[in-house]
């Protein structure tokens, strides 16, 4: 079994920042591709975006240009979300996701438990 653990969610103002991480704990070979996800209010769960473990990264829209997705290159069972001039409109919970492979090659997907980000004033 696989766990993923976030945390650096809380509060910031309009045009400040946040960086969330993720671990990865259990029995696994390795990590395919690490991502974030995030799920407002009334709304349905939005890929945020991704990296794969040979860091090719990969945005939605709504954040290039202003969050970074990067992971520790020497463990590889730790990735970030810096996110920066957040908007009022990135309040969310967001959730990291891992597409992770087995020692016996078989991939499954596994899911944090999220963590609340609040842009605010």
């Known amino acids: 079994q696989v766990r993923l653990v976030e945390s650096g969610g809380g509060l910031a103002q309009p045009g400040g920042s946040l960086r969330l991480s993720c671990a990865a704990s259990?029995?696994?070979?390795?990590?395919?591709?690490m991502a974030w996800y995030r799920q407002a209010p009334g709304k349905e769960r939005e890929l945020v975006g991704t990296?794969?473990?040979?860091?090719?990264?990969?945005y939605a829209d709504s954040v290039k240009g202003r969050f970074t997705i990067s992971r520790d290159n020497v463990q590889n069972t730790r990735w970030y979300l810096q996110m920066n001039n957040l908007k009022p409109e990135d309040t969310a919970v967001y959730y990291c996701?891992?597409?992770?492979?087995?020692?016996?090659?078989?991939?499954?997907?596994?899911w944090g438990q999220g963590t609340q980000v609040t842009v605010s004033s």
């Open positions: 996701n891992a597409d992770v492979q087995s020692r016996y090659g078989r991939s499954s997907n596994y």
């Open positions: 259990g029995s696994f070979f390795t990590i395919n591709t």
């Open positions: 990296i794969t473990r040979y860091g090719n990264t990969n």
